[in-house]
Structures are given as C-alpha cells and as structure tokens.
C-alpha cells in the first residue's frame, strides 16, 4: 500500500496518539468502568492500523519490530498467569491484594488499586491484546504486500 495523502497523514499525526491515550485510560480503568484490558488493547491496537493505512506498509516496515509485539503477547500471558498462580495457596485467580472497602476510604489514595489483582489482570490481557492485535495487523499488511507485487493475468473463462 501506498502512503495516503499529506492531510491524512497530518491527521493520523496529530489524532493517532489519542487512541494510545483512550486505550491505556480503558485497560487501567477497566475494573471500576465498562470495558478492561481487552476492550482497551484493542483500542491501542488500532493505533497501528491507523498507520499502516495513513502511511502504508512500505514506510512502517522499516519503523516496526515484530519482536516488540512478541514480546508484549509473551509478557501479557505470563504476567497474567504469574497473578492467576499466585492466588492459589486459596484457590486459582484468588483476589489476594484486594483492599477492604473501610482501608480504602481512610486512606486519600491507593498505590494498588482496591479491586486488587482484577486491576492487574486487565493490564496484564490489555498488553497482550495490543500485542496480539498489533501481529495480527502487521502478518495481514504483510500478505496484501505479497499480493501487490503478484501481477495477475487476465482471468480465463471471461472472453465475451
């Protein structure tokens, strides 16, 4: 794909970094507020849809590492199943950091957030939902890459 016009890609700068913004605002929200971490890792996901279709493939390629978006999927899962594991001495996912609800009104502000590890959880599925998200997006703009440079030949059957 080629790089759309320079409106469109003035837009994608100047409004792309607010979908990273509303999407990490979901995932760190996403206990006390409709949606989480896979709502928002999907949000931030789009991010790199939005330019890969403003700047397409061509000028991305060389900005993105696919080893960064492994990585984040790697990360996610593990730092998810490190949180589900470490509940069960009580039983498996066991809300072990959770805060009382008198604690948290006493005291002004929370370092770890009152729902406990419900809150580290949906940051743990946010990482790795952008992560996964993020592969998926760059292995489909890879595939339409392969296809552009593939000339087709005029099809056989059509001759009227």
Same mark, same amino acid.
């Given at each position: 794909?080629?790089?759309? /016009? ?32 896979? %709502? ?24 993105? %590492? ?24 009580? /039983? ?29 959880? &949906? ?10 998200? /993020? ?20 099809? /056989?059957?059509? &001759?009227?």
């Amino acid at each position: 794909m080629k790089p759309l /016009s320079v409106v469109v890609r003035t837009g994608c700068d100047l409004f792309a970094w607010f979908m990273v913004i509303f999407g990490a605002y979901v995932i760190i929200h996403g206990d006390v507020t409709p949606g989480g971490g896979f %709502q928002g890792g999907a949000v931030v996901a789009t991010f790199l849809a939005f330019l890969l279709v403003a700047y397409g493939w061509n000028t991305l390629k060389l900005w993105l %590492q696919e080893s960064v978006y492994n990585a984040m999927l790697g990360f996610g899962l593990l730092c998810f199943l490190v949180l589900g594991f470490m509940g069960m001495p009580a /039983s498996f996912f066991y809300n072990f950091v959770a805060i009382p609800a008198a604690e948290v009104a006493k005291s002004g502000h929370c370092i770890i957030p009152p729902s406990g590890t419900i809150a580290l959880m &949906d940051i743990a599925v946010g990482i790795e939902v952008t992560g996964g998200l /993020s592969l998926i997006l760059v292995y489909m703009f890879k595939g339409i890459h392969l296809f552009d440079n593939y000339e087709i030949g005029e099809e /056989s059957g059509h &001759d009227r």
